[in-house]
C-alpha cells in the first residue's frame, strides 16, 4: 500500500491513524489544520472577547454580555491551523553496526510511521536527512496522506555513510528551517555527547518542540 515497506500493513495503517502528533506550544502553520494556533481566527475554539468596534461582524457579539452589562463585545475564537513537523534521520556510518541490529531500517521505519501519522492528521511534514549515501533527499513539505509513499521512495536508495558533527549540521540544518515546529529526529545518538547537547540545545532555543 503506497509502495511502503512491507511492515505498513493495513492494520498497522489503521492503527497510526488513530495517533495524532501533541506540542508544548501553538505554532502558526501553513494552512488550515487541527492544531490550535498562535493566531486568533474564526474556529469553534473560544479565545477571549474585546470592545465592538464599527464594523466589526454583528454575528460574533456576545448578546447575553450585552444583556449583563450593557456593553458590546466580540467574541475571539482560535485560529486553528497544520502543523510544520520535520523528521532528521540520522544516516551516519554508525546506524549501520552492528549489521544485525538492523538499525538504520528501523530508524527508515519510525521516521515514516512518524510521517504517516502527521499526514494523516492533515499536517505537512519535511524529511531532512543528516549524513548518508546514495543521492539527496528532497527537504520540501509534503502534505496529505496519499504522499507518504514518495516519503519512501525518497528514503529507498539512501545508505548510512560518512560522519558529521551532530552539534554543526543541526545548525546548518536550523539556517534552512523557517518556520517552527515539531521536531523529531531518529538517530542512535553514537557521537560526542557535547556536540549532541549542543546541538539539541539550539533547537530547543529556536522555541521548536523537539523530541
Known amino acids: 500500500m503506497f509502495g511502503l515497506p512491507d511492515e505498513f500493513t493495513p492494520g498497522f495503517l489503521a492503527r497510526l491513524e488513530k495517533l495524532r502528533i501533541r506540542t508544548r ?8 489544520g487541527m492544531h490550535l494556533s498562535p493566531k486568533r ?3 469553534l475554539e473560544f479565545n477571549d472577547f474585546r470592545h465592538y468596534s464599527p464594523g466589526d461582524d454583528f454575528r460574533y457579539i456576545d448578546w447575553g ?32 553496526y552492528p549489521a ?9 521505519l519510525t521516521a515514516l510511521a512518524l510521517a504517516y501519522v502527521a499526514l494523516a492528521s492533515g499536517d ?3 524529511l531532512r536527512v543528516l549524513g548518508g549515501s546514495g543521492g ?29 558533527d551532530f552539534a554543526t549540521s ?11 515546529g515539531k521536531v523529531f529526529i531518529v538517530s542512535d545518538f553514537l557521537m560526542l555527547l557535547n556536540s549532541v547537547t549542543r546541538g539539541l540545545g539550539m533547537f530547543t532555543a529556536a522555541s521548536m518542540d523537539l523530541t
Do not use: C, W
Open 100 to 108: 544485525g541490529d538492523r538499525k538504520f531500517e528501523s530508524a527508515i
Open 136 to 164: 539527496k533527499v528532497d527537504p520540501s513539505f509534503v502534505n496529505g496522506r496519499h504522499r507518504i509513499g514518495e516519503l519512501a521512495r525518497r528514503l529507498h536508495n539512501l545508505k548510512p555513510g560518512g560522519q558529521f
Open 25 to 32: 506550544q501553538r505554532y502558526a502553520g501553513l494552512g488550515r
Open 41 to 43: 481566527g474564526s474556529s
Open 124 to 126: 505537512r511534514v519535511m
Open 65 to 96: 454580555l450585552y444583556g449583563r452589562s450593557d456593553k458590546l463585545y466580540i467574541k475571539l475564537f482560535q485560529e486553528e491551523e497544520d502543523l510544520l513537523t520535520y523528521i532528521f534521520v540520522d544516516a551516519s556510518a554508525s546506524m549501520a
Open 170 to 180: 543541526l545548525a546548518t540544518e536550523l539556517l534552512a528551517i523557517r518556520r517552527a
